[in-house]
């Protein structure tokens, strides 16, 4: 399996920027666990420090957009260094605010304004994109080696954000974070040559990404597939809470991104059998049926072995997701497209933390499970629905 992706990291410039490109997302997958910690410790609120951190994920979602349109009008260090420099501000900013308890509005401003940022994952994406051009099966296997990537920072972040604010300071967590987050994103703009190359007569006479109806169907697609995972996050806590082992929620979330970590270095190295739009419905099905299970699971046990199959089958389809993003437009859309497709999934995260919420207080914990259950079933419908749109190639 790795000598699927020993060939890709050859390459020196390609090791070197896909190494800050790592630290970087490790430092990203830090933030929302990290600012959590630190406002419920010196607040005492976790309603405020939930609502500080939906805030900032929103305005993340917006702004991605108009970054990724930008980033691909004007080259990625021309964008991503001014606006590395704004959030780094903004984030010495909220560390302040919450360590000399200033007014609480002051945490949602700074929070807000340090989220405007580029993504690091989706520049990375962008230059795999630009090399493999000519060469779909390598690039395929770039794209589940980046998902591994993902995932794995998404293990490891939330759990060292914890840590660092419970051994340290509250704001230990979010500090290490900002400095990962910062010393990556350098160290992935410092390698030039990968960065690929600027066409700003061609991008200006395209139109907005959103308006391909293929990019539409892939949003909705990754808003579903967002809100499996904020709504498992969310239901894995109160879930593991009221059965008396709290301590056990991070290790249920842990498998379940595990599970789609193993498959995703799995699914690299395969040659893909069918049409892209096909593989998406398979994707999206596969979601729906290793998902459903879990209404039937009562203990955390169960739970965690169900979560670590339907986990299996989120990284194929966010890997298919963002191949599809990148055929359906031109050259010069590439970030812009993956900008909108990712916006879903981030405000999917988000939607689906606070539905699955409503349900567990309405209902009982394990209610909330009926969410990502119900939001699979939507996302195979989409994908079955949406096919004729996927064909469509640039």
């Known amino acids: ?79 991503t260094y001014p606006l590395l420099a704004w959030s780094a501000v903004w984030c010495a900013v909220l560390v302040a605010a919450s360590s000399l308890e200033w007014p609480r509005w002051t945490l949602f401003v700074s929070y807000a304004m340090a989220t405007v940022v580029a993504n690091v994952g989706t520049l990375s994406r962008a230059r795999w994109a630009h090399r493999m051009r000519d060469q779909p099966d390598r690039q395929h296997s770039a794209m589940s080696l980046e998902q591994v990537v993902d995932e794995l920072s998404f293990v490891l972040g939330p759990a060292i954000a914890i840590g660092l604010a419970t051994l340290w300071f509250p704001e230990a967590g979010f500090v290490v974070a900002t400095l990962l987050y910062l010393v990556g994103t ?23 990404a959103v308006r391909v109806p293929g990019i539409v169907i892939l949003a909705c697609v990754l808003f579903m597939t967002g809100a499996i995972f904020g709504s ?131 209902v009982d914990p394990h209610a909330g499970f009926t969410v990502p259950v119900a939001a699979g079933g939507t996302a195979f419908l989409l994908a079955i629905a949406g096919r004729a749109f996927l064909r469509r190639r640039r």
């Open 1 to 79: 399996m790795l000598s699927t992706y020993t060939p890709l990291l050859k390459d020196p410039a390609t090791r070197r920027f896909m190494t800050g490109s790592s630290i970087g997302r490790l430092g990203g997958a830090m933030f929302g666990m990290s600012l959590v910690a630190m406002v419920s410790t010196r607040t005492g609120s976790f309603a405020l420090a939930g609502a500080v951190s939906a805030t900032g994920l929103v305005v993340l979602a917006l702004t991605a957009v108009i970054a990724g349109r930008l980033t691909d009008r004007y080259g990625q260090r021309r964008i």
């Open 186 to 208: 350098l160290v992935f703009l410092s390698e030039r040559t990968t960065q690929p190359p600027v066409d700003g007569a061609a991008h200006h006479d395209t139109s907005l």
């Open 232 to 362: 498992n996050e969310v239901t894995a806590i109160a879930v593991a809470k009221d059965q008396g082992h709290p301590s056990a929620s991070g290790l249920v979330v842990a498998v379940f991104s595990l599970g789609s970590a193993a498959a995703g270095l799995w699914f690299g190295g395969r040659k893909p059998s069918r049409s892209l739009p096909s593989l998406l419905v398979v994707g999206t099905g596969a979601m729906f049926l290793l998902e459903a299970p879990i209404l039937l699971a009562e203990h955390l046990v169960p739970i965690a072995v169900v979560m670590m199959f339907a986990g299996a089958a989120t990284a194929p389809t966010l890997i298919i997701s963002m191949q599809l993003a990148q055929r359906l437009v031109p050259g010069t859309q590439v970030n812009e497209a993956m900008s909108v497709v990712l916006t879903g999934l981030m405000i999917g995260i988000a939607a689906g933390s606070a539905i699955s919420g409503t349900v567990i207080e309405n």
